[in-house]
């Protein structure tokens, strides 16, 4: 069964990075797309962008360039995340999501989500 | 951005109602709408898919209707397990925008 498996809740500084993954498992990780999304305690979610690990290609939010950086371990099925340059308004629960096309998409499997707490 | 407008942001329900949610798009998306449910703690759960298409396993009480700005989505005979926050996303152009979310709650 397709799987999506995150790390450990991380407690970093203000300033510093944070890389995060999500292990896929259950399917062939290079032929769907996986997108990260962010939700803020008592928040909505909101889309951060996607990378498609067959060839590395990502698609980010404009309001997410410069703040986060997908990449994708094809060997491993395992892809990543990296927020740099951490305030708090970067403290969240993070998700990873698989999505698959219907002309729109849609996000059929996710990972368990990280939460990431910025504080000195 | 696309601003997806969810209305109401909560309601008091019961078991058995008939329960009913709206998610209003600021510019025409087609049916590239999808509803998820999310329960305290836990990741979203797709529901709907292309605003009417109920995902695998998913039960029939649970439908979604509309195209353009307008959509529904509607619990025909509300389950306790049922009491969760429902969000509504487009994916018709970028960036995809969720709702900002229905809560339902026991009356």
């Known amino acids: 069964q397709v799987q999506l498996q995150q790390s450990g809740a991380e407690l970093v500084k203000p300033g510093s990075s944070v890389k995060i993954s999500c292990k896929a498992s259950g399917y062939t990780f290079t032929s769907y797309d996986m997108h990260w999304i962010k939700q803020q305690p008592g928040n909505g979610l909101e889309w951060i962008g996607w990378i498609y690990p067959g060839n590395g290609n990502t698609k980010y939010n404009q309001k997410f360039n410069g703040k986060a950086t997908l990449t994708a371990d094809k060997s491993s099925s395992t892809a990543y995340m990296q927020l740099s340059s951490l305030t708090s308004e970067d403290s969240a629960v993070y998700f990873c999501?698989?999505?698959?096309?219907?002309?729109?998409?849609?996000?059929?499997?996710w990972g368990q989500g990280v939460m990431v707490t910025v504080s000195s | 951005d696309i601003v997806m407008t969810q209305s109401p942001t909560s309601m008091s329900i019961s078991v058995g109602d008939r329960v009913t949610m709206n998610c209003k798009a600021s510019?025409?998306?087609?049916?590239?709408v999808d509803w998820y449910q999310q329960k305290t703690g836990q990741s979203p759960k797709l529901l709907i898919y292309?605003?009417?298409n109920r995902y695998t396993g998913v039960p029939d009480r649970f439908t979604g209707s509309g195209s353009g700005t307008d959509f529904t989505f509607t619990i025909s005979n509300m389950q306790a397990e049922d009491l969760a926050v429902y969000y509504c996303m487009q994916s018709n152009s970028y960036p995809p925008t969720f709702g900002g979310g229905t809560k339902l709650e026991l009356k």
């Open positions: 292309k605003a009417s």
């Open positions: 510019q025409n998306v087609g049916s590239n």
């Open positions: 999501a698989r999505s698959w096309r219907y002309g729109g998409y849609c996000f059929d499997y």
